[in-house]
T-cell receptor, first 111, second 113 residues
Framework: DQQVKQNSPSLSVQEGRISILNCDYTNSMFDYFLWYKKYPAEGPTFLIS?????DKNEDGRFTVFLNKSAKHLSLHIVPSQPGDSAVYFC??????????FGAGTILRVKS | NAGVMQNPRHLVRRRGQEARLRCSPM?????VYWYRQLPEEGLKFMVYLQKENIIDESGMPKERFSAEFPKEGPSILRIQQVVRGDSAAYFCASSPSPGEKLFFGSGTQLSVL
């Protein structure tokens, strides 16, 4: 039962352009959403989060959008840089409970 | 300010042996989570512990796997009688309170021969 889905296994983007990573969820009780970034042989590192009371959160080049009616969130990276190449995981939770992760999207930023 | 520390980074075991994975949470964090990542898959929740208590073990296989987080010392994930299918990266994460973002360790890569 995949409650959090990242349907694109990989994404390739030119340096300087926008990267858009998508995530869908099925559990309407989720109220907290996060994006993590992971390099090979390292643990995931927190990138940005959004609570269900908001529809947008921005931090520098990273913006997360939440569409509760569609149960969809997306991460925008503008402008994309080669150092952004990594695996990006979407995660969600009900308050106080464990994070549920998607399968990840491999982002490759070409210079 | 040390982050989440996991050891060993790599662990090789033969089928039937025991594997012990250790995790020291960030200072001030009393909530520990264990996740497993199989090849080509995402992170799967295994167990959530607070000091001396297992809060949620819904992702833990019923047999051979156990976890603890004693009053003193690191959290331990123990896998008895390992099989090849246990080969994976095991990540520990901690948070200061439930519902907050998790900070992850670098993981333990378990290889079962």
């Amino acid at each position: 039962d995949q409650q959090v889905k990242q349907n694109s296994p990989s994404l390739s983007v030119q340096e300087g352009r926008i990267s858009i990573l998508n995530c869908d969820y099925t559990n309407s009780m989720f109220d907290y959403f996060l994006w993590y970034k992971k390099y090979p042989a390292e643990g995931p590192t927190f990138l940005i989060s959004i609570s269900s009371i908001k529809d947008k959160n921005e931090d520098g080049r990273f913006t997360v959008f939440l569409n509760k009616s569609a149960k969809h969130l997306s991460l925008h990276i503008v402008p994309s840089q080669p150092g952004d190449s990594a695996v990006y995981f979407c995660a969600a939770s009900e308050y106080g409970n464990k994070l549920v992760f998607g399968a990840g999207t491999i982002l490759r930023v070409k210079s | 300010n040390a982050g989440v520390m996991q050891n060993p980074r790599h662990l090789v075991r033969r089928r039937g042996q025991e594997a012990r994975l250790r995790c020291s949470p960030m200072k001030g964090h009393s909530h520990v989570y264990w996740y497993r990542q199989l090849p080509e898959e995402g992170l799967k929740f295994m167990v959530y512990l607070q000091k001396e208590n297992i809060i949620d073990e819904s992702g833990m296989p019923k047999e051979r796997f156990s976890a603890e987080f004693p009053k003193e010392g690191p959290s331990i994930l123990r896998i008895q009688q390992v099989v090849r299918g246990d080969s994976a990266a095991y990540f520990c994460a901690s948070s200061p309170s439930p519902g907050e973002k998790l900070f992850f360790g670098s993981g333990t890569q378990l290889s079962v021969l």
